[in-house]
């Protein structure tokens, strides 16, 4: 079942979010997609959507993949359809795993030092930009 959201100001339709933070993620998210094995492209698209983040197209997934097969991350496999043609599946590799569980680390701290900076109360001590000039001794 899929989470339908609206479309976020700047996001193509279906995309309940910033295309900018779905850039961002689309990697790490990828990646975690994989974790549980092997998959194929449009299952991936699938996950990542009933997850809740929106619509991803293969035309942006495709091109991820095969960087991550370059960057030896995710390795490949054709396996023959049952009622249609074959599909290519991705799974991770040792290195892919450890690549997710950097990203994830990662993503987590960031996440938490962001979350604590957008709940903190602004530093009225702070000098802005626009009263900087202000304070300038004037020739």
């Given at each position: 079942?899929?989470?339908?959201?609206?479309?976020?100001?700047?996001?193509?339709?279906?995309?309940?979010?910033?295309?900018?933070?779905?850039?961002?993620?689309?990697?790490?998210?990828?990646?975690?997609?994989?974790?549980?094995?092997?998959?194929?492209?449009?299952?991936?698209?699938?996950?990542?959507e009933e997850?809740?983040?929106?619509?991803?197209?293969?035309?942006?997934?495709?091109?991820?993949?095969?960087?991550?097969?370059?960057?030896?991350?995710?390795?490949?496999?054709?396996?023959?359809?049952?009622?249609?043609?074959?599909?290519?599946?991705?799974?991770?590799?040792?290195?892919?795993?450890?690549?997710?569980?950097?990203?994830?680390?990662?993503?987590?701290?960031?996440?938490?030092?962001?979350?604590?900076?957008?709940?903190?109360?602004?530093?009225?001590t702070?000098?802005?930009?626009?009263?900087?000039?202000?304070?300038?001794?004037?020739?």
């Amino acid at each position: 079942m899929s989470i339908h959201h609206a479309a976020a100001d700047d996001g193509p339709p279906g995309t309940p979010w910033p295309t900018d933070w779905m850039r961002a993620l689309l990697g790490l998210c990828t990646l975690r997609a994989l974790e549980s094995g092997p998959s194929y492209g449009y299952a991936i698209i699938a996950e990542l959507e009933e997850a809740g983040l929106g619509v991803v197209k293969g035309g942006t997934l495709y091109p991820l993949l095969t960087r991550y097969e370059g960057a030896g991350w995710v390795e490949t496999e054709w396996r023959a359809g049952t009622s249609g043609p074959g599909r290519k599946y991705f799974s991770l590799t040792t290195e892919g795993r450890a690549e997710l569980e950097r990203h994830r680390r990662g993503w987590q701290q960031f996440a938490a030092l962001t979350c604590r900076f957008l709940a903190s109360e602004p530093d009225q001590t702070a000098v802005s930009p626009s009263t900087d000039h202000e304070r300038q001794p004037r020739p």
